[in-house]
């Protein structure tokens, strides 16, 4: 299969499968016990923390493990909110639903739910920050990069505009972590949520980073990290995490790669709008080198990624499939996106290994099946 679904999950890198399988055979003991092999655990999951900091630039010490970036970013919303005197949290609609749904849910429990208003194509419109984000706001939440269409959000201006109003700064960074460099003492954030299955580590270790100061409660009682987070650490999913945080800085430390592959996505691209002209690149401005959204205006989305994939091809939409028919994405809505485009979207996101020969197949399946749905009646 040619895949294209990197932004749903990445293949494990070899030292993050390395790593995995000999804490599974060598370091499979409690981290928290006393016993010599326990400490050694507890010393190897210390490495990879370092070897996750490192890779944004933090304290080692200001990260807490979890189990996915979904619990990286639940901490971080709910824990900020329950020790502040702040009722109200503001957030976008293009986030990811690890934080559209908590924002619903709390909403439904009291909170005081903002939105910020997009310009068209997705971005915040930071003209309109002083007029939502004022002293009675907890926290701000934006994504970093969205994982439907890579668009990356003006951080900094935001973060800026929350300070002023002494609010906490949140960003799901899911999606940027591990595939661009980061640093969270120049992104002006004061919490950063990411996840090792999206950089090739593998599931089942996320990772929230809280700058020293903010105050944060657990949902999870527990003596492990530090209080903050209880529950017995995952060693095989934190060492993966840790050996393919190693790999992303190491790739990310000279701009070679993601130009290459930044190159093979607009070459995709470009081969598909040569032979589908009516085809619309969804980007709304700056994105991520590995992410193209690309609109058959008329098609249904779930048809033509059945197909793809009967053909080899691993694509994904950005909504659940829901009765058989696809709704189409409220996050590409929201980014003003038409309904009839939006119908007929679908993602294809690279990764550092993805092959030129890879893109090629993907550019010749998709083309050849959209021009076979639309012959059949353009489902
Ligand atoms: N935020 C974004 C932007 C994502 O793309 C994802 C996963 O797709 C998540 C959060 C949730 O991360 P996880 O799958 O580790 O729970």
Redesign the pocket.
């Known amino acids: 299969m040619a895949y294209f679904d990197n932004?749903?999950?990445t293949m494990p890198c070899e030292a993050a499968v390395l790593a995995a399988r000999r804490a599974m055979e060598e370091l499979w003991h409690n981290p928290s016990s006393v016993h010599r092999p326990g400490q050694a655990a507890r010393a190897a999951v210390e490495l990879a923390r370092q070897d996750l900091a490192l890779l944004i630039r933090a304290n080692a010490r200001d990260l807490i493990l979890t189990?996915?970036?979904?619990?990286?970013?639940d901490l971080a919303i709910r824990g900020v909110l329950a020790p502040s005197k702040r009722r109200v949290l503001v957030t976008t609609p293009v986030?990811?639903?690890?934080?559209r749904d908590l924002a619903e849910h709390l909403g439904r429990q009291g909170v005081e739910v903002r939105t910020l208003p997009l310009i068209p194509g997705g971005r915040v419109d930071v003209s309109a920050l002083a007029g939502v984000i004022d002293e009675s706001v907890a926290m701000v939440s934006v994504?970093?990069?969205?994982?439907e269409t890579g668009l990356v959000q003006p951080l900094a201006e935001i973060a800026r505009a929350a300070r002023a109003a002494g609010a906490v700064m949140h960003s799901?960074?899911?999606?940027?972590v591990g595939k661009e460099t980061t640093d969270v003492h120049t992104a002006g954030v004061d919490l950063l949520?990411?996840?090792?299955?999206?950089f090739h580590g593998v599931?089942g270790c996320?990772v929230l980073w809280v700058r020293p100061g903010v105050r944060l409660s657990p949902t999870t009682l527990g003596t492990q990290e530090l209080g903050r987070r209880g529950g017995t650490e995952a060693v095989p999913a934190i060492l993966a995490a840790g050996a393919a945080a190693r790999e992303a800085a190491a790739w990310l430390a000279s701009p070679e790669g993601r130009t290459r592959i930044r190159a093979a996505r607009d070459l995709l691209e470009e081969r598909i709008l040569a032979r589908i002209p009516d085809a619309v690149v969804n980007a709304g401005g700056e994105r991520l080198w590995n992410t193209s959204n690309i609109g058959f205006p008329g098609l249904q989305a779930e048809a033509l990624l059945m197909l793809l994939s009967e053909r080899g091809v691993c694509a994904s939409a950005g909504a659940a499939c829901s009765s058989g028919s696809l709704e189409p994405s409220p996050v590409l809505l929201a980014m003003g996106v038409p309904e009839r485009i939006a119908h007929g979207s679908i993602r294809l996101s690279l990764s550092r290994y993805t092959t030129q020969r890879e893109v090629g197949e993907c550019a010749d399946t998709l083309v050849a099946s959209v021009q076979r749905l639309r012959a059949s009646g353009g489902v």
């Open positions: 932004n749903a999950t189990s996915s970036g979904t619990e990286s970013i986030e990811h639903a690890a934080v994504q970093w990069a969205n994982n799901d960074g899911v999606q940027w949520s990411f996840s090792a299955h999206k599931k996320g």
